[in-house]
């Protein structure tokens, strides 16, 4: 609806009196002292239900919004606040004599100061509550009141938050009971935003009970983390925002030491912590750029640690190590002796801790717990003019699910360590080619135009590596390999055969896949198929 077009705006103060407030929260938290705060300057307090009697019991004068209107609340509460009383003292602009006038004929009285927070529809969601209860928390007063106050800050100050009543608190200090235009301004653009959240949060809930996965309006809410320095690169501005959705990671984690996350690190580090929380086992995770550059399973933490380390001991400097299982003291050692830029676990001991905190620039962070692999959740990229959404890629293979296609069936150790290259490829770049060998990763080929120079490069990092540990051969030797996609070409699978592979899994599917068979035959691989594809781009 368009404003009407009689509508000339009257002058605006800088500076607004605060004569009289009204306070409906659900979260009380500063909500007695934000009020005594405001009976000090002489502020008359409205309010409603436990609001109300919170500050009564504190000892401050209230006036029930039922008495203020001269209509009682209706509908169990439901109806309390959505009056011409309250929202004409809300809207009135001051300066204008019409809205004045309209004032002192029906007898509104102005409101200056809305502190509203809303009912716990996100919360109550969260706590698994069902579909009567979670409607009943959807609030409606309230995001009036809200949008009300923050369309009228020439005049009125809006809170949601009660980490901003202490800046109301020092303007009246300041300003002998007045706020600024700017701390009203400010606040009126944190009101609609925490209105729009609440509002995408319930969007989105009714469009899955629904089970509209992609409904024709989505809607995204977000709460900033922290304003970064810069972005991927120095020119670039950069913020971190959580979706509230909890999923451990990043966002989640406490920082217990180390310099502030940057745009990459944060990148790097969601890499590398779904990435280790495939695993059951024992499971170090070492990330450069988003791409995994060393993978291992283990008995325990620190020999998974060491054959990781192994995979590619030049690119884990300045690298990321994400953790699946308790940061040990030992391989915290191990860890001090490389420059890395984050170290990410469920949890850490003391000692480990201890050690750690020798190098101060490095972040540690712990995350409590693992994200599910197997939960589905929703990921989104932007591009021109819009974004794409998908769900997570958490599709996994079993034995089950493998297709033996070769004259030769893979040996139970191949096997395995098929199993652990195909989960490994996942979190790799597309074109993916990984080598593996006893639960590790031996060479990685990453984001490669064609899939032959994946296979080539993962080859070459893994005779690299093989030759600065001072080994006979290359690791690649005796190895199995997995591609994220099928092999177009034999050229692939042959470049994996030359650098000693003895077994492949990919998703099969080519138009050339009987070509690539027999060439494996001919090379005495073994290879399944899985009939599941890992593209990440």
């Not at 949890?347 to 693992?370: C, F, S």
Request: proline content about 5%; charged content about 20%.
């Amino acid at each position: 609806m368009s404003a009407p077009a009689r509508y000339v705006p009257s002058p605006t103060p800088d500076l607004a009196p605060i004569t009289r407030a009204l306070l409906s929260v659900s979260d009380k938290a500063g909500l007695v002292e934000l009020g005594r705060a405001l009976a000090g300057h002489g502020v008359e307090l409205l309010s409603t239900g436990g609001s109300a009697k919170a500050l009564r019991d504190a000892g401050l004068t209230v006036v029930e919004v039922s008495d203020h209107t001269g209509f009682p609340e209706i509908m169990d509460g439901r109806v309390k606040t959505l009056q011409p009383s309250i929202h004409g003292g809300i809207l009135a602009r001051r300066t204008d004599e019409g809205h004045a006038k309209a004032m002192r004929n029906h007898r509104i009285a102005p409101i200056d100061l809305v502190v509203v927070n809303l009912y716990p529809f996100e919360a109550t969601v969260a706590a698994g509550a069902d579909f009567p209860t979670s409607v009943e928390n959807i609030d409606i007063g309230g995001p009036a009141l809200i949008r009300a106050s923050a369309k009228n800050h020439d005049f009125v100050t809006v809170l949601v938050d009660p980490s901003d009543y202490a800046d109301v608190v020092a303007e009246l200090a300041a300003n002998k009971g007045a706020t600024t235009l700017a701390l009203r301004r400010r606040l009126a653009a944190k009101a609609y935003a925490r209105t729009a959240a609440y509002d995408s949060a319930i969007s989105r809930w009714f469009a899955a009970q629904a089970g509209d996965t992609f409904p024709a309006s989505h809607t995204v809410a977000a709460t900033r983390v922290q304003t970064l320095r810069y972005g991927e690169n120095p020119h670039q501005q950069a913020a971190f925002y959580s979706d509230g959705s909890r999923r451990p990671g990043v966002a989640t984690a406490r920082m217990v030491q180390g310099k502030e996350l940057s745009y990459n690190n944060i990148a790097d580090t969601e890499a590398a912590y779904e990435c280790v929380a495939e695993f059951k086992e024992p499971a170090v995770v070492v990330v450069k750029h988003a791409n995994p550059c060393g993978v291992a399973i283990a008995a325990d933490q620190f020999a998974a640690y060491g054959k990781a380390y192994a995979c590619d001991p030049v690119s884990i400097f300045g690298g990321i190590v994400a953790l699946n299982t308790t940061l040990e003291a030992r391989t915290a050692a191990e860890l001090d002796k490389v420059f890395l830029e984050v170290v990410i676990a469920p949890d850490a001991t003391p000692e480990a801790l201890e050690i750690l905190a020798r190098k101060k620039n490095v972040r540690v962070l712990l995350a409590g717990t693992l994200p599910d692999p197997a939960s589905a959740g929703m990921t989104m990229r932007s591009v021109a003019g819009g974004f794409l959404v998908q769900t997570r890629d958490h599709g996994r293979v079993t034995p089950a699910d493998l297709k033996v296609v070769t004259k030769r069936t893979p040996s139970p150790r191949e096997l395995a360590d098929l199993l652990f290259a195909f989960t490994v490829c996942k979190h790799v770049k597309s074109n993916a080619i990984v080598y593996a060998k006893d639960g590790a990763t031996v060479g990685v080929g990453a984001g490669q135009m064609n899939r032959r120079d994946s296979s080539r490069i993962a080859a070459i990092r893994a005779a690299e590596s093989g030759e600065a540990a001072g080994l006979k051969e290359s690791p690649a030797r005796g190895s199995v390999v997995a591609s994220d996609a099928f092999f177009p070409f034999a050229d692939g699978l042959l470049a994996a055969a030359e650098a000693g592979a003895t077994a492949i899994i990919q998703p099969g599917g080519s138009m050339r896949d009987k070509e690539v068979i027999e060439a494996a035959d001919k090379a005495g691989l073994a290879m399944v198929f899985t009939g599941m594809r890992h593209f990440r781009h």
